[in-house]
């Protein structure tokens, strides 16, 4: 199994940046991606951003791009997520999910809540 702890959240004004982390425990040998998603109230949860685990390779939501950076440290088993000119749209709990070889489901982190204020 792999754990995943994310922290970094808060409450931030309108084009205010935060770093989000997700802190990935266990056997994280067997991790070949790990993504971010976010669930805004009365919505679904919806994709963020994607870093491939051993060739450090991004991808991103369309509509997020520019404004959030997924990043990651191998070496310490941790991924983050830097976001910039926070919008109030933004307002969400932030999930990190770890993909890992021979399962068809990620394991999921508790999530962290984001909530920018106009």
């Known amino acids: 199994q792999v754990q995943l702890v994310e922290s970094g959240g808060g409450l931030v004004q309108a084009g205010g940046s935060l770093r989000l982390s997700c802190a990935a425990s266990g056997r994280t040998f067997s991790v070949y991606s790990m993504d971010w998603f976010r669930q805004a109230p009365g919505k679904e949860r919806e994709f963020v951003a994607r870093?491939?685990?051993?060739?450090?390779?991004?991808t991103y939501a369309d509509s997020l791009k520019g404004r959030f950076t997924i990043s990651g440290d191998n070496a310490k088993d941790t991924l983050y997520l830097q976001m910039n000119s926070l919008e109030p749209e933004d307002t969400a709990v932030y999930y990190c999910?770890?993909?890992?070889?021979?399962?068809?489901?990620?394991?999921w982190g508790q999530g962290t809540q984001v909530t920018v204020s106009s």
């Open positions: 870093r491939r685990w051993s060739s450090g390779s991004t």
């Open positions: 999910a770890a993909y890992v070889y021979g399962s068809n489901s990620p394991y």
